[in-house]
């Protein structure tokens, strides 16, 4: 009898484990909050960059970036940030494949401890760019959320700057962004959240919208959320909506 209550116990065990271990294999790896950011700065990137498809990002030469970052990707793609130390910090965004054409983009930038950045890599891929932008969060005390617009639309020369309509607001309203030239970020203005809402891009001054695009996602309250104006001037121009904080 008791060697069969142990070999019952046994078994049990060794069932256990296998559970175990198969729920270890199919659950990814979540990497633990960090609340503590007094010799840190938060940092995303966006990908602006005009026929990228596959880069990946290093911070003084370690990878941070586990999936590969495409033209209108946004990284991290689950959360608002990453974690950097303070102070200067050497970032490399490039294409790992060996047969690409594409530039890889070095470049330092002085990180402040507590900060929050925004990252925009942009033109094409045989002249990449970048701007790195402090984030300037407010939470706000309201049901509102918080908006910004960058415009980085590529060409090959120089293309107007832009007037931005909301259509709830109407276009005989103000408009909510004005005269945003290419490779401006505006600062956060207050805006309604949980709303269905429609951006009409203008050449400033002009009366035929450019691009017309959802609001998407649907902005939550409290959050700050950028709205990237981006593509090809001459082909396919977009908005991408993605949040900040």
Known sequence: ?????????????????????SCSRDTPHIAPAESDLSNSAVVQVFS???????NFIYVDGVPVSGAA????????GTAY???????TRSFLIKDTLPATTQTPLTFSQNMEATKSY?????????????????????????TSCRLRFANFIYNTTTVANVDVYSFRRGTAAAAVFS?????????????PSGITDTLYVYAAGTKTPLL???????????RSYTSAYNGSYRGTRDISTFATY
């Open 1 to 21: 009898m008791k060697f069969n209550t142990i070999k019952i116990k046994g078994l049990w065990l060794a069932t256990l484990s296998i559970l175990y271990v």
């Open 179 to 191: 005269n945003v030239a290419t490779e401006q970020v505006t600062d956060f203005i207050p805006y």
């Open 81 to 87: 940030s990453f974690k950097v130390n303070s102070g």
């Open 118 to 142: 925004t990252i925009f890599s942009y033109d094409t891929i045989t002249s990449v760019k970048q701007k790195t932008v402090l984030n300037n969060i407010t939470i706000p005390t309201d």
């Open 48 to 54: 602006a960059t005009v026929r990228a498809t596959r």
């Open 212 to 222: 017309v695009k959802k609001l998407v996602p649907s902005l939550v309250a409290t």
């Open 69 to 76: 970052l495409a033209y209108g990707g946004i990284f991290p």
